[in-house]
């Protein structure tokens, strides 16, 4: 049974990669589609690849940034028949750390101009194509498809539904903009993009972004300062190594920018090319550097994970893991860690220490191996934020069905290693190794939460080369096992425990049940991903779990078979739900409050409203805690109330590329998230991970006023 719960705890770590590889379906449904089902000789028309992709996962653009590859489709045409080149809509940013990548997520149509021949015989012809394209959530896969396609060739006939994707594609692709003045000019130490053109007159500009068409003319990820007056625009903008010896030629991008004009707000995309070396206005850079889509009047971007040094980080990575071990979310393990220091008063004082030592390699080599994992998605250019292991459904059932399996032990149903009556007895190696997986265990439970000081050094850590990263998640580890350390290597702690009796038998059955609570709350976090259908599955698997545990009892040659049977039912079970399709999850049912955007949070602030934005998730316990609490107040109802703010939620239970890249924008290593715009405009306050309903007062009053 040890290496039953090592397996479970194996499965749910690698719970992305399994949910991928176990399933053949591809994550990109594609299709060749056209706006025409017949088509008259010497006419030009659309053919087009559409993706439909998985939710949370992403295809790329033209330039896929940091890391990535575009995608490509190749027509085989007959001859005589030409094709001109894609058309690429506006991309979207998806950041983390120091790396930032454009593409695509949900759907995408990319068509191609197609010119028939004079001469065109009439008749059906089918036209084939290859497409290859690159998708990525936790892993990137490399896919491709042969696609084709049958059309007549005779009078001109529309295909509705193709015309319909073709023209929305054609819609949110940039605007050509020929004879708009653009210069680029600059060296490594920064890049000046100057635009001048009438469109900008009039309008309040947010969001501004530009993507040039090559990849390494710019720093991706950096921010993008942006100065607007009247027709001109000003965006400073690190150099990329293309650009770092001076701009030698000119480059051709995409400006891409929410425009208020009057009391209409559109999302507008524009392409030019700047000319190099050229500066086609004087407005001065912004002192200090405003990001683009800030408030230019004051507002204050939000606090960067580089402004802390690495000894900080190292101080509050440190102070983070030791607070952990007072947050809910680690109350269940730290059960299991109190049954194991009642255990050792018995035990050799140099055995005591080397559980102690044990129990801590099992925390710190489970957030070095957390750290590398997240090192590896910001290397691909992919989200990685603290928790969103929990995301995967696979990894919070199969956490479910472990803490079960926890609960029937310290019950007396079956045993998992020495007993209680043993420790000491010269039974060692279980002993160990149940310290090891305790301290492992101890880690995957505190994902859900974000103890105060843990979002700077997280946020850092992000942003650092691999040997820094990693030595932030030891800070963490020795953080988290301090406590326990300190207890078996000082004989004075261990005196203060009582002495082992037959007390100790009742102690640990009633520590079953702080298990069976923390089993409970991931089912309820299991059908907020998979709805009742998830639930179901669950269910099965812990019948199937409790069926093996009887099965245990059995001897001979049908005792074992009927185990092993029963085993394998569990992980069969488990494994449905990484095949399941997340739900799509609301607003909460709440009426005051909404489900969040960026554009809902400027259209409220236009409005002369303050905002409170809560990045949340089912899984998360501060979350919940923060919700009952200070969120649920009277006192802060009222205040929201009485101020008028508009109250978004962004719900982060299941993968959501788009609040992934706000969290990270913001210096977050992960939820919960707290900001509080100012009314009118500017940037927001963040608020720390655990609220009080005097800091929700006082920041709602600071956004007033």
Same mark, same amino acid.
């Given at each position: 049974m040890t290496r039953l719960l090592a397996l479970l705890l194996i499965l749910c770590s690698s719970a992305p990669a399994l949910a991928q590889f176990g399933s053949s379906e591809p994550m990109v449904d594609a299709a060749l589609v056209s706006d025409r089902t017949s088509v008259a000789p010497g006419e030009t028309f659309y053919l087009a690849l559409h993706q439909q992709i998985t939710p949370g996962w992403h295809t790329y653009w033209r330039n896929p940034g940091d890391s990535g590859e575009p995608t490509r489709l190749d027509l085989d045409l007959p001859d005589g028949w030409s094709a001109g080149g894609m058309?690429?809509?506006? =991309?979207?940013?998806? $950041?983390?750390?120091?790396?930032?990548?454009? *593409?695509?997520?949900?759907?995408?149509?990319?068509?191609?101009? !197609?010119?028939?021949?004079?001469?065109?015989?009439?008749?059906?012809?089918?036209?084939?194509?290859?497409?290859?394209?690159?998708? /990525?959530?936790?892993?990137?896969?490399?896919?491709?498809?042969?696609?084709?396609?049958?059309?007549?060739?005779?009078?001109?006939?529309?295909?509705?539904?193709?015309?319909?994707?073709?023209?929305?594609?054609?819609?949110?692709?940039?605007?050509?903009?020929?004879?708009?003045?653009?210069?680029?000019?600059?060296?490594?130490?920064?890049?000046?993009?100057?635009?001048?053109?009438?469109?900008?007159?009039?309008?309040?500009?947010? $969001?501004?972004?530009?993507?040039?068409?090559?990849? *390494?003319?710019? $720093?991706?990820?950096?921010?993008?300062?942006?100065?607007h007056e009247g027709e001109d625009l000003?965006?400073?903008?690190?150099?990329?190594?293309?650009?770092?010896?001076?701009? $030698?030629?000119?480059?051709?991008?995409?400006?891409?920018?929410?425009?208020?004009?009057?009391?209409?707000?559109?999302?507008?995309?524009?392409?030019?090319?700047?000319?190099?070396?050229?500066?086609?206005?004087?407005?001065?850079?912004?002192?200090?550097?405003?990001?683009?889509?800030?408030?230019?009047?004051?507002?204050?971007?939000?606090?960067?994970?580089?402004?802390?040094?690495?000894?900080?980080?190292?101080?509050?990575?440190?102070?983070?893991?030791?607070?952990?071990?007072?947050?809910? /979310?680690?109350?269940?393990?730290?059960?299991?860690?109190?049954?194991?220091?009642?255990?050792?008063?018995?035990?050799?004082?140099?055995?005591?220490?080397?559980?102690?030592?044990?129990?801590?390699?099992? !925390?710190?080599?489970?957030?070095?191996?957390?750290?590398?994992?997240?090192?590896?998605?910001?290397?691909?250019?992919? =989200?990685?934020?603290?928790?969103?292991?929990?995301?995967?459904?696979?990894? !919070?059932?199969?956490?479910?069905? +472990?803490?079960?399996?926890?609960?029937?032990?310290?019950?007396?149903?079956?045993?998992?290693?020495?007993?209680?009556?043993?420790?000491?007895?010269?039974?060692?190696?279980?002993?160990?190794?149940?310290?090891? +997986?305790? *301290?492992?265990?101890?880690?995957? !439970?505190?994902?859900?939460?974000?103890?105060?000081?843990?979002?700077?050094?997280?946020?850092?850590?992000?942003?650092?080369?691999?040997?820094?990263?990693?030595?932030?998640?030891?800070?963490?580890?020795?953080?988290?096992?301090?406590?326990?350390?300190?207890?078996?290597?000082?004989?004075?702690?261990?005196?203060? +425990?009582?002495?082992p009796g037959p007390w100790m038998t009742r102690f640990r059955e009633i520590l079953a049940f702080p298990m069976f609570a923390t089993a409970i709350w991931l089912v309820w976090v299991l059908s907020a991903q998979l709805g009742s259908s998830g639930v179901l599955w669950l269910m099965l698997a812990l019948l199937a779990v409790s069926f093996t545990v009887w099965a245990l009892r059995l001897s001979g040659a049908v005792g074992r078979v009927m185990v092993v049977a029963g085993v394998l039912m569990t992980l069969g079970s488990l494994s449905v739900t990484a095949r399941m399709e997340p739900v799509t999850r609301t607003a909460p049912g709440q009426s005051e409050w909404a489900q969040w955007s960026d554009s809902a949070v400027l259209e409220a602030q236009a409005a002369g409203r303050p905002v409170f934005v809560d990045f949340t998730a089912a899984w998360c316990v501060s979350c919940q805690v923060n919700k009952l609490g200070a969120l649920s107040d009277g006192q802060v109802k009222a205040a929201f109330a009485e101020q008028n703010v508009a109250l978004f939620r962004a719900d982060f239970t299941n993968r959501d590329s788009v609040i992934a890249e706000a969290l990270a924008r913001h210096g977050s290593a992960g939820v919960p998230l707290y900001l509080v715009y100012p009314a009118e405009s500017g940037e927001p306050e963040i608020l720390p991970p655990l609220l009080t309903s005097g800091i929700v007062i006082r920041a709602i009053n600071d956004a007033v006023n």
């Amino acid at each position: 049974m040890t290496r039953l719960l090592a397996l479970l705890l194996i499965l749910c770590s690698s719970a992305p990669a399994l949910a991928q590889f176990g399933s053949s379906e591809p994550m990109v449904d594609a299709a060749l589609v056209s706006d025409r089902t017949s088509v008259a000789p010497g006419e030009t028309f659309y053919l087009a690849l559409h993706q439909q992709i998985t939710p949370g996962w992403h295809t790329y653009w033209r330039n896929p940034g940091d890391s990535g590859e575009p995608t490509r489709l190749d027509l085989d045409l007959p001859d005589g028949w030409s094709a001109g080149g894609m058309i690429w809509p506006a =991309p979207h940013s998806y $950041d983390l750390g120091p790396l930032s990548n454009y *593409g695509y997520s949900a759907e995408v149509t990319l068509p191609a101009p !197609v010119t028939v021949p004079a001469n065109a015989a009439p008749g059906p012809l089918t036209i084939t194509a290859f497409a290859t394209w690159l998708v /990525c959530e936790d892993i990137c896969i490399p896919e491709e498809a042969d696609l084709t396609l049958t059309l007549q060739i005779g009078e001109t006939a529309v295909d509705r539904a193709g015309e319909a994707l073709i023209a929305q594609a054609l819609e949110l692709a940039p605007v050509e903009a020929p004879d708009m003045r653009a210069g680029l000019e600059g060296d490594s130490n920064g890049l000046v993009l100057t635009l001048s053109d009438p469109r900008f007159a009039g309008a309040v500009l947010s $969001d501004v972004t530009f993507y040039p068409h090559e990849s *390494g003319v710019i $720093d991706h990820a950096a921010d993008q300062a942006l100065i607007h007056e009247g027709e001109d625009l000003r965006i400073d903008v690190a150099s990329g190594y293309l650009s770092r010896n001076g701009v $030698d030629q000119p480059r051709t991008g995409v400006l891409v920018y929410t425009a208020q004009r009057g009391d209409a707000w559109t999302e507008e995309a524009v392409e030019f090319t700047a000319r190099n070396g050229l500066r086609v206005n004087e407005l001065a850079a912004a002192m200090p550097a405003t990001p683009a889509g800030s408030d230019e009047e004051g507002g204050q971007p939000a606090p960067a994970p580089q402004s802390i040094g690495f000894l900080q980080a190292a101080g509050l990575a440190l102070l983070g893991g030791l607070i952990l071990n007072l947050m809910p /979310c680690v109350f269940p393990v730290l059960s299991m860690k109190a049954l194991t220091l009642v255990e050792k008063r018995g035990a050799e004082r140099n055995e005591a220490r080397t559980l102690g030592l044990v129990f801590a390699a099992g !925390v710190i080599g489970t957030f070095l191996v957390l750290g590398g994992m997240l090192l590896v998605l910001r290397v691909a250019g992919l =989200p990685a934020l603290w928790g969103m292991q929990l995301q995967a459904p696979l990894v !919070v059932a199969g956490l479910a069905t +472990l803490m079960f399996l926890i609960g029937l032990n310290l019950l007396g149903v079956f045993e998992i290693g020495t007993s209680l009556q043993s420790v000491g007895s010269g039974v060692k190696d279980s002993g160990r190794r149940g310290a090891f +997986l305790t *301290g492992v265990l101890a880690v995957f !439970v505190a994902a859900p939460c974000l103890a105060p000081f843990m979002t700077g050094a997280l946020a850092f850590a992000l942003t650092q080369p691999a040997l820094a990263s990693l030595t932030i998640f030891v800070f963490l580890g020795v953080g988290l096992a301090f406590p326990f350390v300190l207890v078996s290597f000082v004989p004075g702690l261990l005196n203060l +425990l009582p002495r082992p009796g037959p007390w100790m038998t009742r102690f640990r059955e009633i520590l079953a049940f702080p298990m069976f609570a923390t089993a409970i709350w991931l089912v309820w976090v299991l059908s907020a991903q998979l709805g009742s259908s998830g639930v179901l599955w669950l269910m099965l698997a812990l019948l199937a779990v409790s069926f093996t545990v009887w099965a245990l009892r059995l001897s001979g040659a049908v005792g074992r078979v009927m185990v092993v049977a029963g085993v394998l039912m569990t992980l069969g079970s488990l494994s449905v739900t990484a095949r399941m399709e997340p739900v799509t999850r609301t607003a909460p049912g709440q009426s005051e409050w909404a489900q969040w955007s960026d554009s809902a949070v400027l259209e409220a602030q236009a409005a002369g409203r303050p905002v409170f934005v809560d990045f949340t998730a089912a899984w998360c316990v501060s979350c919940q805690v923060n919700k009952l609490g200070a969120l649920s107040d009277g006192q802060v109802k009222a205040a929201f109330a009485e101020q008028n703010v508009a109250l978004f939620r962004a719900d982060f239970t299941n993968r959501d590329s788009v609040i992934a890249e706000a969290l990270a924008r913001h210096g977050s290593a992960g939820v919960p998230l707290y900001l509080v715009y100012p009314a009118e405009s500017g940037e927001p306050e963040i608020l720390p991970p655990l609220l009080t309903s005097g800091i929700v007062i006082r920041a709602i009053n600071d956004a007033v006023n």
